[in-house]
């Protein structure tokens, strides 16, 4: 869980005006880029399979259209705020601008707990959702894609009434969608391969291995699953701490991978599994490793905490894990910061792709997405670790410069500012 009274939109808002001065970037446009374009706070109603009907609350916004549509995911949790979703859009913003996709940034959420809902009941849900938006997206304006809580079915319900809604062909409009409604391969890996081909680029411009190393990874949902496959895959690493929703084991000797992703599967928890001792969550973080992975929620990494992580690198697959304090104090101990709208952009960059094979009708095999994926992710690491390197900057400066320069020329271009 964030810590108590953490705001993530606070601290985008701080990171923006942080890049803007480094920028300088003018008033005008400092001021536009700080806040969202569009809002949309719905309540819709859905009948449940007590026969009762309860009232959901959801939100789509969508925070900067310059380069292209909006494109983000859709959040179910019960702690759900509008302040966690404008800073997911914002991120989502910098995200796609960071690996140059012609998008902009949204994201959205629905005020619910997915795993206290029956499988009708998340259809009901999911339908009533895009009913209640449905006028305010589009394939050219705002293409929803799955985060937490959600899944490729409710993507493909979602897409269904869309259909229904316009009386058209329009499978553009969701992403994350199963591979027989025009699902890209690769999709689910996506975020973790794309983590890695970021770590791979790190490791080679400021000399951190990672062969043989070990790794951490905090949230063992899809994002850590894969990435503690294809850290094994692809560097021989290995995992000496996991945690869960439910809590968190460590084995300094190593964590047999394949094992651990079937026992997680089958028990919802990496408590329990053989040859590991269960520590307190917030002291995984703290683990002695190469790489620390926060694949869970925003504001984990924290100034309390930031003294005591004990890791060379950190690989956020997670959106919004390290506050700004948190972030000036590891980049003083000297740990590599590899940040989110970076390290996590492989999900959006597939999800991009995907766009592309809806609109072609012509789907790609499963090389095509990696190298393809693989020459997006090099391309945008060249970029921002040069700047890094040349000015001397956290690698989250150098990619907010980047993004937001980017972002800044658009609206510019297009008479906005």
């Not at 001065?21 to 569009?38: K, N, W, Y």
């Not at 949230?219 to 996991?242: D, P, Q, S, T, W």
């Amino acid at each position: 869980m964030t810590q108590s009274g953490y705001n993530p939109f606070a601290v985008a808002q701080q990171q923006i005006d942080h890049a803007a001065a480094a920028l300088g970037l003018d008033a005008a446009t400092h001021a536009f880029l700080r806040e969202p374009q569009h809002e949309l706070a719905v309540t819709f109603p859905v009948k449940m399979d007590d026969g009762t009907t309860q009232a959901f609350r959801g939100f789509r916004i969508q925070y900067n259209t310059a380069r292209g549509p909006a494109k983000g995911g859709l959040r179910w949790h019960p702690e759900e705020t509008v302040d966690t979703v404008r800073a997911l859009a914002c991120w989502m913003t910098w995200k796609t601008a960071a690996v140059d996709l012609p998008l902009g940034g949204g994201k959205g959420g629905v005020v619910c707990d997915p795993k206290k809902l029956s499988e009708s009941e998340k259809e009901r849900v999911a339908r009533g959702f895009v009913r209640a938006i449905g006028h305010n997206i589009d394939p050219w304006l705002d293409v929803p894609a799955p985060d937490v809580g959600t899944t490729p079915q409710i993507m493909a319900w979602m897409m269904d009434e869309y259909e229904t809604m316009t009386h058209r062909r329009l499978p553009g409009i969701i992403t994350g969608k199963p591979l027989g409604m025009g699902g890209s391969i690769g999709r689910n890996e996506a975020t973790a391969r794309g983590g890695w081909f970021v770590a791979r680029e790190a490791a080679n411009a400021f000399n951190i291995p990672l062969k043989g190393k070990t790794m951490v990874i905090q949230g063992f949902g899809n994002a850590g699953m894969f990435a503690a496959k294809i850290g094994e895959e692809m560097f021989g690493m290995k995992l000496v701490g996991v945690s869960g929703s439910k809590g968190a084991v460590r084995c300094p000797k190593g964590i047999d991978i394949k094992a651990m992703c079937e026992y997680y599967e089958k028990n919802k928890t990496a408590v329990g599994f053989p040859g590991t001792e269960e520590i307190p969550m917030e002291n995984l973080l703290l683990e002695e490793c190469d790489l620390l992975i926060p694949a869970a929620l925003e504001g984990v990494l924290t100034k309390e905490n930031a003294e005591k992580v004990k890791t060379k690198m950190i690989l956020e697959l997670a959106n919004g894990p390290t506050t700004p304090e948190a972030d000036e104090i590891l980049f003083k101990r000297g740990i590599c910061v590899l940040p989110d709208f970076l390290a996590n952009a492989g999900g959006v960059t597939v999800s991009y792709f995907e766009q592309v094979q809806n609109c072609y009708n012509y789907y790609w095999d499963a090389e095509t997405v990696r190298s393809s994926l693989d020459k997006k992710m090099t391309q945008a690491c060249k970029e921002i670790f040069e700047r890094a390197l040349r000015e001397k900057t956290p690698v989250r400066d150098a990619a907010y410069c980047v993004s937001i320069a980017r972002v800044a020329q658009a609206c510019k271009l297009r008479g906005w500012v």
